[in-house]
T-cell receptor, first 111, second 114 residues
Framework: GEDVEQSLFLSVREGDSSVINCTYT??????LYWYKQEPGAGLQLLTY?????DMKQDQRLTVLLNKKDKHLSLRIADTQTGDSAIYFC???????????FGKGTHLIIQP | SQTIHQWPATLVQPVGSPLSLECTVE??????LYWYRQAAGRGLQLLFY??????ISSEVPQNLSASRPQDRQFILSSKKLLLSDSGFYLC?????????????FGEGSWLTVV
């Protein structure tokens, strides 16, 4: 079955870049997503990338996709304290049964 | 614009009591609807999804059930809660027929079974 893997924790200094990595197994994935979850809240869609793209940039966020290796990454430039959250990687095969999520990466910001 | 609401936000229930969590979506028609559960350290687990009124697909066998009495209303229920039902429950929707099936989440409901 489909599987999405990501590291559970990442610690970075304020002002540095954060890079959160994700691997997936479903080669038929059409879209790949990054969601952000702040404490006690629901998931907020951050960005997504279509599988025929290899990069997408949106302000401080850069998504890189290596489809051959089934590897997705999210880079956050100039990391701020407000970026402290859990970041979920997810993939979609396009069906109505939703997305397959990783377990989430806790991004910890050091002063 | 589309919005999604779920309630209650927080719930403390004794073991063996019933459960009803409600979710409504506004600003769209014929959405796909979802219930996810997030247990501590276990990521997101899809419990149910629905592509239309009265159409429910269950992903995980458990003592929970879901119903969709109206197009934009999704209800999660249990007749008798177990301690293991504690967790953070998230309702979500996606646009029917959209490419990629981008999902949008509600704010979640914290359930503690004591």
């Amino acid at each position: 079955g489909e599987d999405v893997e990501q590291s559970l924790f990442l610690s970075v200094r304020e002002g540095d870049s954060s890079v959160i990595n994700c691997t997936y197994t479903d080669s038929s994935s059409t879209y790949l997503y990054w969601y952000k979850q702040e404490p006690g809240a629901g998931l907020q869609l951050l960005t997504y990338i279509f599988s025929n793209m290899d990069m997408k940039q949106d302000q401080r966020l850069t998504v890189l996709l290596n489809k051959k290796d089934k590897h997705l990454s999210l880079r956050i430039a100039d990391t701020q304290t407000g970026d402290s959250a859990i970041y979920f990687c997810a993939e979609s095969g396009g069906g109505a049964d939703g997305l397959t999520f990783g377990k989430g990466t806790h991004l910890i910001i050091q002063p | 614009s589309q919005t999604i609401h779920q309630w209650p936000a927080t719930l403390v229930q004794p073991v063996g009591s019933p459960l009803s969590l409600e979710c409504t979506v506004e600003g769209t028609s014929n959405p796909n609807l979802y219930w996810y559960r997030q247990a501590a350290g276990r990521g997101l687990q899809l419990l149910f999804y629905s592509v239309g009124i009265g159409q429910i697909s269950s992903e995980v066998p458990q003592n929970l059930s879901a119903s969709r009495p109206q197009d934009r209303q999704f209800i999660l229920s249990s007749k008798k809660l177990l301690l293991s039902d504690s967790g953070f429950y998230l309702c979500a929707w996606s646009a029917r027929g959209a490419r990629g099936n981008t999902i949008y989440f509600g704010e979640g409901s914290w359930l503690t079974v004591v």
